[in-house]
């Protein structure tokens, strides 16, 4: 895979966009019979739903873009290669 294809790849890649139904809203949750567990839970579900979560992830830390790229093609290297296994599985090779 050439320069260009990646980044051809990576432009075409959307940005990170929450979801609009949570994009106004301020998200709270109600303590009931003091059940705190199931409020956290609850909470822990809205963040994921907003994609709260993996914004603040993804915000930790600078990525330069060729660490993006270098990651990429880790990702896709690693799926070439669980491809082959299976279908050396599905061959009866393995």
Sequence with gaps: MTNYQIL???RQMKP?????????Q???????????????????KKL????????VKERRY????SEIKREYNKRLKRQAA???RIQMLKDGLL
């Design 8 to 10: 051809y790849i990576l």
């Design 16 to 24: 990170f966009k929450p979801r609009a139904e949570f994009t106004s």
């Design 26 to 44: 301020h998200i709270s949750i109600d303590v009931r019979d003091g059940d705190a567990m199931k409020a956290w839970r609850k909470m822990k």
């Design 48 to 55: 994921t739903n907003a994609r709260i979560l993996e914004e």
């Design 62 to 65: 600078y990525l330069k873009p």
């Design 82 to 84: 669980k491809n082959r």
